[in-house]
């Protein structure tokens, strides 16, 4: 049950004297933010043993995860990248590099011994031994430049060998499909057989390797089983090309797949990444080379100067620093911890995280991103990810749904992009499927459009008996252009940008909002009919669903509160024409009390979501200061499902509707839960999906910016859900390029910055 006795304590909290905390920047020490990011730097003291024991390096598009292994002297690296995507539609890696040391530097007993992931500068360090015996490798993946670099300073006579390991050395088939595997059904697809990656004799001295995808005859079954011929999607797998080039300063080439070098006392290591499609060999190793000569041509204090300046201007952006009661500790992978510390580090590094892997072509893989490693038994090595190589839309949302306060919506790109460039191919669908007008997104999609192979189905279009998938679990699930609408406006609200709100996210919303309006029926009372419909997965026979009831009265609302000259006509008439037919926001009575219902009628549970409570996030219909937020409430505390892992939003339901103590168990347990398999501690996972789970350090952000910050409309609401035992520092964002920085002591903000000093007269006291 939901503990009452913290919503009324904190009832009325928020500010003593309003003036004692517009505190002037002049009038008290400035918070050293990156002073206080060094004290969340992982360090290691003794080196590793497999890949389960990385660290995640990245600049966005390239991810390395970083290791050592004491056994064999050697640092090792499998590289990642977002669009390394392969002839069957998976995210494959790059490849493996490992950096052989002879000496061993980690072989003597009470050597010293460091592993640390720098933080404010991206980069994994280690040292071994002391003195002019000492071994310091520095490996970073440039901020500015497709270039991952290992720096070491080492012992005269150290000898150093690079080497590739290549595990896809012939052609293979894929035994196991997996859900989105594009050649789920081998009968009518044929086998999943990926093809080998090639190693390049360069003459030039440099290790090269690639892999290039042929045709993809999967590609033009999946199109023509959907009956999407017409809609004119280019193959996006066939021709891409992927791979990379190694070479050094002081390396010379030992052999097709290595390098050696034998003296120096600095070493230099350049692996230059690349994915290029539609695109011959040649091709690809002539850009490769013009690549690597622009990346050679910048010096390297130009290049290190650069990316320490990008990565303090990300660090820059926002934080939060969390201080628990001293005595307040939990049990996490590493033994007893202070809860303050567990819940800052993993805000902290899943940040970081969402920043290596979330600048890249594509959005980032909800499961594992671009940081999947080795797993015995499972095809493909560190290339095998659960669930594929599909997007779950309700799974690909969540990394990003902590971006906007975090200052990061540049990070959105790739995800607004990916999505907003499927809108042709939805607006083809809705008609070719339906005969009318707007655009529906099922909840899993290609990154270039159609359902999963296995979602649609074995049928062709012509076969079916409805223009459905056949999977029923998401069968009447539109909620996803509905969602993304949302995240559309609200990044257009935090960052004011009329050109994007013109041109990508009021086209995307009226198209979506315009399906509902032509796709079903009105009924005798006059409103829409939203059946047949699902509650998510969890509902399967249902009729006005509370995730796209809730959703069509958000947009509505949100849409309808721009200036009218921001918004065409057509679409004003559209938001004018829905509101007047759209459904009540279900609710049902149990035991006598009434509460929001997962729908009006529901029937046939299969999984175990809340979508009643999608009223309250991500469609912000009922919380702190909205009518009737008992109806909210009384639906959390009767939730069928819960649980503080995975893709579950129970902490962030709990943190809206003001429940801080609620919130902070539930947000402690989540910080303390990563895969005890792995070192690194936000590796989350595997809980429902795969590790790294992205999902799971998704939440966690969420969580931890709503109990600190929520803004409702114009109004601005500080420590909304913050428990009395904490202390915090902490500048977020908010609408209208609004920053609202802040000091927490005793659970009561201290001091209060906001800017533009305009938005002051927003900050309002949090009333539950």
Known sequence: MIAHRSRRARRGVFLAVMGTLLVAPGCAKRFDNLAALGKHDVVWASAGRGSKDSMPAGNGDIGLNVWTEGATGSLCFYIGKTDSWDET?????????????????????????????????????????????????????????????????????????????????????????????????????????????????DPGGRVVWYHANPETPSFARNIAMQGLEGAGIADPLRDRVFGAAMEGEGFVKRDPKSLVSKSGEVRRLSVHVLTRQPETLEGWLAALDAQARATNA??????????????????????????????????????????????????????????????????????????TVDEDGAEGFADYRRWGQGYWWQNTRLPYMSMPAAGDIDLMRPFFGMYSGLLPLALYRTRHYFGHGGAYFPECVYFWGPVFTETWGDKPLAEMAEPYQANPYHRYEWVAGLEMAAMMLEACAYARDEAFLRDTALPFTDAVLRFFDEHYRVGPDGKLDLAPAQALETWWDAADAMPEVAGLRYLVREAGALPASSVPAETRDLLARLEAKLPPVPTREVDGARMLAPAARFADKRNVENPE????????????????????????????????????????????????????????????????????????????????????????????????????????????????????????????????????????????????????????????
């Open 298 to 371: 910048v010096a390297p204090d130009e290049a290190r100067a650069a990316h320490r300046a990008h990565w303090r201007e990300f660090w820059d952006r926002s934080w939060i620093y969390v201080r628990g009661d001293p005595g307040a500790t939990v049990r996490t992978p590493l033994g007893i911890e202070a809860e303050g510390d567990v819940v800052t580090r993993g805000y902290v590094l899943q940040r970081f995280v969402n920043a290596c892997g979330g600048r890249g072509a594509q959005p980032i893989k909800f499961n594992g991103s671009i940081f």
């Open 89 to 201: 539609g998976r995210l494959l890696k790059v490849g493996k590099v490992r950096l052989a040391i002879e000496p061993n530097p980690f072989a003597v007993a009470g050597r010293r011994f460091r592993q640390r992931l720098n933080l404010r500068e991206a980069a994994v360090e280690v040292a071994a031994g002391e003195g002019r015996e000492a071994v310091e490798l520095r490996v970073w993946v440039d901020a500015a430049l497709p270039v991952a670099r290992v720096e070491g300073r080492v012992p005269e006579g150290t000898v150093l060998t690079a080497s590739i390991e290549p595990w896809r050395v012939a052609p293979e088939v894929l035994e196991d499909p997996l859900v989105s595997g594009l050649n789920y059904y081998p009968g009518i697809f044929g086998p999943a057989v990926v093809g080998a990656d090639v190693v390049v004799d």
């Open 613 to 768: 409570l999608y009223a309250v996030y991500p469609f912000r219909l009922f919380g702190l200061g909205q009518p009737a937020i008992e109806l909210a409430i009384r639906a959390l505390e009767r939730r069928e499902d819960r649980g503080h892992f995975g893709w579950r939003q129970d902490d962030i339901f709990m943190a809206l509707l003001g429940l801080a103590e609620d919130a902070r168990r539930g947000l402690v347990e989540r910080a303390s839960k990563w895969d005890a398999r792995h070192r690194f501690p936000a590796f989350w996972g595997p809980n429902y999906d795969w590790t790294p789970d992205q999902d799971h350090g998704g939440v966690l952000m969420k969580t931890l910016q709503v109990m600190l910050l929520q803004a409702d409309g114009e109004k601005l609401r500080v420590l909304p859900a913050w428990p009395d035992g904490w202390d915090a520092d902490f500048k977020l964002h908010a609408p209208g390029k609004t920053v609202v920085a802040g000091r927490v002591r005793g659970g009561r903000l201290v001091r209060l910055a906001v800017a533009p000093q305009s938005r002051r007269k927003d900050i309002v006291p949090a009333t539950r």
